[in-house]
């Protein structure tokens, strides 16, 4: 497996990955699958100033990625980033979704610009939230039953890490 920086010509393979979760699964709000236009306008936001976006190939194939975006738009937030790691379903408990964290940690950690990372996590994915603390992460909190999707409310646990 292979990590290197995210590419417009990665982006049906990445939409895939991310429109899937968006459709079946609860780890994002988000409610209406991303078009190839908007996932344009999202990966131009990224590979700029402290906000990298990495993809996991496998013989040539996108198996997973993730990112460091912008965590809120207030200025005073530019250097917290806010981590999110997606990984295609057949290729989940490769050890995919753990590599592509520590490279992404690894960056942050080299980017002076960079001073905290934020995961935001639906609550009941324990896989993600064991992932953060072993690789580091500390909860710093939870919000209850914010988002609506598929009928539920769902909360989310917050996990920092200062680099």
Do not use: Q
């Not at 996108?62 to 530019?78: F, K, M, N, Q, T």
């Not at 690789?135 to 200062?162: A, D, P, R």
């Amino acid at each position: 497996m292979d990590l290197r920086k995210a590419m417009v010509n990665d982006l049906p393979e990445m939409l895939d990955i991310y429109n899937y979760e968006v459709e079946n699964t609860n780890v994002t709000f988000t409610l209406i699958p991303m078009s190839m236009e908007d996932g344009k306008r999202w990966l131009f936001d990224h590979n700029i100033r402290n906000h990298p976006m990495i993809v996991a190939e496998e013989g040539g194939v996108v198996i997973g990625y993730g990112s460091l975006s912008a965590y809120r738009s207030h200025e005073a937030y530019d250097s917290t980033v806010e981590l999110s790691v997606y990984v295609h379903r057949d290729h989940r408990k490769d050890g995919v979704g753990r590599k592509i964290m520590e490279e992404l940690i690894r960056l942050a950690k080299a980017d002076d610009k960079t001073h905290a990372i934020v995961s935001v996590i639906t609550a009941d994915n324990e896989v993600s939230i064991r992932l953060h603390e072993k690789l580091g992460f500390s909860c710093s909190g939870t919000l209850h039953e914010c988002g609506l999707k598929f009928g539920k409310y769902h909360s989310v646990v917050n996990y920092e890490m200062i680099v």
